[in-house]
Protein backbone atom coordinates (compact mmCIF):
# COMPACT_ATOMS: atom_id res chain seq x y z
CA UNK A 1 0.00 0.00 0.00
CA UNK A 2 2.68 2.32 -1.15
CA UNK A 3 1.44 5.95 -1.89
CA UNK A 4 3.32 8.37 -3.82
CA UNK A 5 3.54 11.68 -1.26
CA UNK A 6 1.60 15.01 -2.99
CA UNK A 7 4.60 17.41 -1.82
CA UNK A 8 7.26 15.29 -3.58
CA UNK A 9 8.27 16.68 -6.82
CA UNK A 10 8.63 14.33 -10.14
CA UNK A 11 12.58 13.16 -10.65
CA UNK A 12 13.91 13.74 -14.36
CA UNK A 13 17.24 12.46 -15.25
CA UNK A 14 20.55 14.80 -14.36
CA UNK A 15 22.18 16.42 -16.65
CA UNK A 16 25.81 15.02 -17.24
CA UNK A 17 27.97 17.69 -19.74
CA UNK A 18 30.82 16.05 -21.96
CA UNK A 19 34.28 17.05 -21.25
CA UNK A 20 34.99 19.58 -23.45
CA UNK A 21 37.86 19.38 -25.79
CA UNK A 22 41.61 20.17 -25.23
CA UNK A 23 42.62 24.23 -26.76
CA UNK A 24 45.78 22.10 -27.59
CA UNK A 25 47.07 18.61 -27.98
CA UNK A 26 49.34 17.52 -25.54
CA UNK A 27 52.81 17.72 -25.87
CA UNK A 28 55.12 14.85 -26.33
CA UNK A 29 58.48 17.00 -25.29
CA UNK A 30 59.30 16.60 -21.75
CA UNK A 31 60.01 19.65 -19.66
CA UNK A 32 63.46 20.65 -19.86
CA UNK A 33 65.50 20.01 -16.37
CA UNK A 34 67.04 22.51 -14.18
CA UNK A 35 70.62 23.41 -14.41
CA UNK A 36 72.60 21.47 -12.16
CA UNK A 37 74.09 23.82 -9.55
CA UNK A 38 77.64 23.84 -8.01
CA UNK A 39 78.14 24.52 -4.42
CA UNK A 40 81.26 26.61 -5.56
CA UNK A 41 78.48 29.67 -4.48
CA UNK A 42 76.62 28.70 -1.83
CA UNK A 43 74.49 31.41 -0.23
CA UNK A 44 75.52 32.33 3.51
CA UNK A 45 73.97 30.80 6.13
CA UNK A 46 71.38 32.89 8.24
CA UNK A 47 71.45 33.97 12.09
CA UNK A 48 68.65 31.28 12.95
CA UNK A 49 70.48 28.20 10.86
CA UNK A 50 74.19 29.02 12.58
CA UNK A 51 71.82 29.41 16.05
CA UNK A 52 69.13 26.81 16.93
CA UNK A 53 68.77 28.47 20.08
CA UNK A 54 67.59 31.65 19.04
CA UNK A 55 64.07 30.36 17.42
CA UNK A 56 62.64 29.11 20.95
CA UNK A 57 64.11 32.64 22.76
CA UNK A 58 62.82 34.63 19.80
CA UNK A 59 59.68 32.88 20.90
CA UNK A 60 59.65 33.47 24.52
CA UNK A 61 61.00 37.45 23.81
CA UNK A 62 57.55 38.09 21.35
CA UNK A 63 54.95 36.47 24.43
CA UNK A 64 57.01 38.59 26.97
CA UNK A 65 57.11 41.67 24.81
CA UNK A 66 53.59 41.62 24.19
CA UNK A 67 52.25 41.04 27.50
CA UNK A 68 54.25 43.90 28.53
CA UNK A 69 52.48 45.91 25.33
CA UNK A 70 49.04 45.15 27.05
CA UNK A 71 49.56 46.02 30.88
CA UNK A 72 51.06 49.64 29.27
CA UNK A 73 48.12 49.99 27.09
CA UNK A 74 45.82 49.03 29.95
CA UNK A 75 47.47 51.63 31.89
CA UNK A 76 47.31 54.31 29.24
CA UNK A 77 43.53 53.71 29.03
CA UNK A 78 42.84 53.81 32.31
CA UNK A 79 42.18 50.39 33.46
CA UNK A 80 43.08 48.46 35.65
CA UNK A 81 46.13 45.53 35.95
CA UNK A 82 46.85 42.24 38.00
CA UNK A 83 49.87 44.12 39.38
CA UNK A 84 47.34 47.36 40.83
CA UNK A 85 47.91 47.60 44.82
Do not use: K
Not at 33 to 45: I, L
Not at 53 to 68: D, H, K, N, R, S
Request: net charge negative.
Amino acid sequence: MSTESPHVAPTRPAFVPSPRQPAEPPSSASAPSPPATDDTHAEPEGVYSRHPWLVPATGVACVLAIFVAMMLLTVVAGGITPFND
